[in-house]
């Protein structure tokens, strides 16, 4: 199967997205024709390398090897800090490549490290996860979690490339997979009518992991980010729709200490949250309310959400990075593949909007 490539032009960086089955045995040449030229680090956590380390190495060759913990509890500066430890020691320098072998936390982790060791040093994600693939590794937000809130610390930091090949998918936990499929939902949502749409009609194909479809919504959901990233690097305008659900599925993570919920399912619950909120405004018809309910409903089950406070969710939501001048932007679906975003949701609505999709008082 032919790979496909999705340009990503930004304002600091433009760099390809590659997507094709099989695409790993050609890394070391895209590394190269990427730019890099000096030693390269392959930083990874134990569980992932022992999965993927031996195609890994023997597709890029020599490189050496970091291995750190994983998980949304090590999204840490404390994680980042043991990448130093290890770069320092090999006494990498200013021509090193830093290749990110794993999915959403690793990326953010590692994307971090690179951007901030010696000043920044070249990246490459090397998605593992469908989560990562589709969405973490794209666009050059890296950074870690703070014990107040996800995604607090960081900085935008675009990679040189990016390879995903679906392949890696096959040693994937089924309910990570389907934690990622989440994640492609929110671009139909957003953007593509058509991609929702394909979700629904050829989910038995997509969970059975056939190579065309999952080759066709990984490459999908790459262009529709890639699209929205070259439009808004910085996340000044645009871009906020990216958040479509992720301002309540952070609270939801936040709020169980990220040891719950897989990141989509967090977010599938934040999408239902807007898609009420949405509704109760007279902004989203309720067939189009139905259509996202079920189709989350056929990637589930969810964990419960009954034992979460709402007034405390929507505390946590307070803190969220996408407060500005102490407002909270919400971004609202109006139809399956169109969003408004709005700034004016009171803790009232929240609340009851949180009730309705599971949550306690």
Same mark, same amino acid.
């Given at each position: 199967?032919?790979?496909?490539?999705?340009?990503?032009?930004?304002?600091?960086? *433009?760099?390809?997205?590659?997507?094709?089955?099989?695409?790993?045995?050609?890394? $070391?040449?895209?590394?190269?024709?990427?730019? =890099?030229?000096?030693?390269?680090?392959?930083?990874?956590?134990?569980?992932?390398?022992?999965?993927?380390?031996?195609?890994?190495?023997?597709?890029?060759?020599?490189?050496?090897?970091?291995?750190?913990?994983?998980?949304?509890?090590?999204?840490?500066?404390?994680?980042?800090?043991?990448?130093?430890?290890?770069?320092?020691?090999?006494?990498?320098?200013?021509?090193?490549?830093?290749? =990110?072998?794993?999915?959403?936390?690793?990326?953010?982790?590692?994307?971090? =490290?690179? +951007?901030?060791?010696?000043?920044?040093?070249?990246?490459?994600?090397?998605?593992?996860?469908?989560?990562?693939?589709?969405?973490?590794?794209?666009?050059?937000?890296?950074?870690?979690?703070? &014990?107040?809130?996800?995604?607090?610390?960081?900085?935008?930091?675009?990679?040189?490339?990016?390879?995903?090949?679906?392949?890696?998918?096959?040693?994937?936990?089924?309910?990570?997979?389907?934690?990622?499929?989440?994640?492609?939902?929110?671009?139909?949502?957003?953007?593509?009518?058509?991609?929702?749409?394909?979700?629904?009609?050829?989910?038995?194909?997509?969970?059975?992991?056939?190579?065309?479809?999952? +080759?066709?919504?990984?490459?999908?959901?790459?262009?529709?980010?890639?699209?929205?990233?070259?439009?808004?690097?910085?996340?000044?305008?645009?871009?906020?729709?990216?958040?479509?659900?992720?301002?309540?599925?952070?609270?939801?993570?936040?709020?169980?200490?990220?040891?719950?919920?897989?990141?989509?399912?967090?977010? =599938?619950?934040?999408?239902?949250?807007?898609?009420?909120?949405?509704?109760?405004?007279?902004?989203?018809?309720?067939?189009?309310?139905?259509?996202?309910?079920?189709?989350?409903?056929?990637?589930?089950?969810?964990?419960?959400?009954?034992?979460?406070? +709402?007034?405390?969710?929507?505390?946590?939501?307070?803190?969220?990075?996408?407060?500005?001048?102490? &407002?909270?932007?919400?971004?609202?679906?109006? &139809?399956?593949?169109?969003?408004?975003?709005? $700034?004016?949701?009171?803790?009232?609505?929240?609340?009851?909007?949180?009730?309705?999709?599971?949550? +306690? *008082?």
């Amino acid at each position: 199967m032919k790979a496909t490539v999705v340009p990503v032009r930004t304002s600091s960086k *433009p760099y390809n997205v590659h997507v094709g089955t099989g695409i790993l045995k050609q890394l $070391n040449d895209l590394i190269s024709k990427a730019g =890099a030229t000096g030693r390269r680090f392959v930083v990874s956590s134990h569980k992932v390398w022992e999965a993927h380390g031996p195609t890994i190495s023997k597709a890029i060759g020599r490189a050496d090897n970091i291995l750190v913990p994983d998980g949304e509890r090590a999204k840490t500066v404390k994680t980042v800090g043991t990448i130093y430890d290890a770069l320092i020691q090999a006494q990498a320098d200013r021509t090193a490549t830093i290749i =990110a072998v794993g999915g959403g936390v690793i990326g953010d982790v590692v994307g971090f =490290a690179a +951007a901030t060791y010696l000043r920044g040093v070249r990246l490459v994600h090397v998605p593992t996860t469908l989560l990562a693939q589709v969405d973490s590794s794209i666009g050059g937000k890296v950074g870690v979690n703070h &014990r107040l809130g996800k995604n607090l610390i960081g900085a935008f930091y675009q990679p040189s490339i990016v390879v995903s090949d679906p392949v890696v998918l096959g040693t994937l936990p089924r309910r990570e997979f389907r934690s990622g499929l989440y994640e492609v939902v929110k671009y139909g949502m957003i953007r593509d009518p058509e991609l929702f749409q394909r979700l629904h009609s050829n989910l038995s194909d997509i969970l059975s992991l056939d190579p065309i479809e999952l +080759a066709h919504i990984i490459s999908t959901s790459c262009r529709i980010k890639a699209s929205v990233v070259s439009e808004d690097e910085y996340e000044g305008n645009v871009r906020r729709i990216l958040n479509f659900g992720h301002t309540a599925g952070h609270a939801i993570e936040a709020a169980t200490r990220y040891r719950r919920f897989r990141h989509g399912e967090a977010i =599938a619950y934040g999408m239902l949250l807007v898609a009420d909120l949405a509704a109760r405004r007279g902004l989203l018809k309720q067939a189009n309310q139905e259509a996202l309910a079920e189709l989350i409903t056929e990637l589930g089950p969810l964990p419960s959400i009954k034992d979460l406070s +709402a007034k405390s969710l929507v505390e946590i939501m307070g803190r969220d990075k996408k407060v500005l001048k102490g &407002r909270l932007h919400v971004v609202l679906p109006t &139809r399956i593949g169109k969003t408004v975003i709005v $700034n004016d949701i009171t803790p009232k609505e929240l609340k009851q909007s949180l009730r309705v999709v599971g949550t +306690a *008082p």
